[in-house]
């Protein structure tokens, strides 16, 4: 029982234009919701985090938005360049048990 | 300087056989985890420690056994492999493991890739 999907295994965009990551969560205990940017034979690397009670974070490029009536979120990197091709992981965080729960990522393949 | 590492990176290993991950970090975190990365590419918790103390305990087969000699260490000794343990393991380290902490933001190793035969 998958309680955060991720349900595009891989996205192509073209440089300089807009790249939309989704996830979907069904939890409502969820209090936190987190971004993972992974390369190959690396481990995941944190890039940007949303609390429940916001519904969007910016942090340069990156932003994420947060719909709570949808349980969704979303990620949107502007403009996207060739080194943001990875794969990314969404996470949310339970509150009372601090576990985190991953989707299965979605592999970004920015083209020049 | 490697803030989360794991070793080995690699490991290829026949049916029954028992092996150990090791998992070192030099953050000075309070929390430690280990992650499987199963054939879905899903990320699973299966252990938490803070402060040498088991926190999340997950459902996974009592052949997997967590030891914990200090805050800045956590290693996975796995008893009588199965084919279905091939997988990846990440080890992870967070400042605030327990509940109602901040962020919690996690720092991952490089992953461990378990191959059984």
């Known amino acids: 029982d998958q309680q955060v999907k991720q349900n595009s295994p891989s996205l192509s965009v073209q440089e300089g234009r807009i790249s939309i990551l989704n996830c979907d969560y069904t939890?409502?205990?969820?209090?936190?919701f987190l971004w993972y940017k992974k390369y190959p034979a690396e481990g995941p690397t944190f890039l940007i985090s949303?609390?429940?009670?916001?519904d969007k974070n910016e942090d340069g490029r990156f932003t994420v938005f947060l719909n709570k009536s949808a349980k969704h979120l979303s990620l949107h990197i502007v403009p996207s360049q060739p080194g943001d091709s990875a794969v990314y992981f969404c996470a949310a965080r339970l509150y009372n048990f601090n576990k985190f729960y991953f989707g299965s990522g979605t592999k970004l393949n920015v083209k020049p | 300087d490697t803030a989360v590492s794991q070793t080995p990176k690699y490991l290829v290993t026949q049916m029954g056989n028992d092996k150990s991950i090791k998992c070192e970090q030099n953050l000075g975190h309070d929390t430690m985890y280990w992650y499987k990365q199963d054939s879905k590419k899903f990320l699973k918790i299966m252990f938490s420690y803070n402060n040498k103390e088991l926190i999340i305990n997950e459902t996974v087969p009592n052949r997997f056994s967590p030891k914990s000699p200090d805050k800045a260490h956590l290693n996975l000794h796995i008893n009588s492999l199965e084919l279905g343990d091939s997988a990846v393991y990440f080890c992870a380290s967070s400042q605030d493991g327990l509940a109602g902490g901040r962020t919690g933001e996690l720092f991952f190793g490089e992953g461990s890739r378990l191959t059984v035969l």
């Open positions: 949303i609390s429940s009670i916001k």
């Open positions: 939890n409502s205990m969820f209090d936190y």
